[in-house]
């Protein structure tokens, strides 16, 4: 009688580590697909980061390009100026 009730415990106690087993492959699973994922996401931050940097660094280029433009624009409009009072 011991044996049998011994038997049966044994079974549940490896039915319950196979299921065990089982979660633990699945959660293994999970997490490196959750760290692709970051891998990822870290990727297309660090991408967008550069593009927006490159951009205000274009426009900067191009509002201080128009600034100067229209100070020299202005310089030279006040020579003129100067001339014909």
């Known amino acids: 009688m011991k044996s049998v009730e011994y038997r049966i415990q ?30 990822n996401t870290q990727d297309e931050l660090k991408t967008t980061r550069k593009n927006y940097e490159e951009q205000i ?11 100067n433009k229209k100070d020299e624009r202005g310089f030279i409009e006040s020579l003129f100026t100067r001339e014909k009072s």
Do not use: D, F, G, H
């Open 57 to 67: 660094k274009l426009l900067s280029l191009s509002l201080t390009s128009k600034e």
């Open 10 to 39: 044994w079974q549940r106690a490896v039915e319950e580590l196979e299921k065990a087993y089982a979660r633990e492959k699945e959660l293994t699973l999970q997490v490196q697909q959750v760290k692709e994922l970051l891998s």
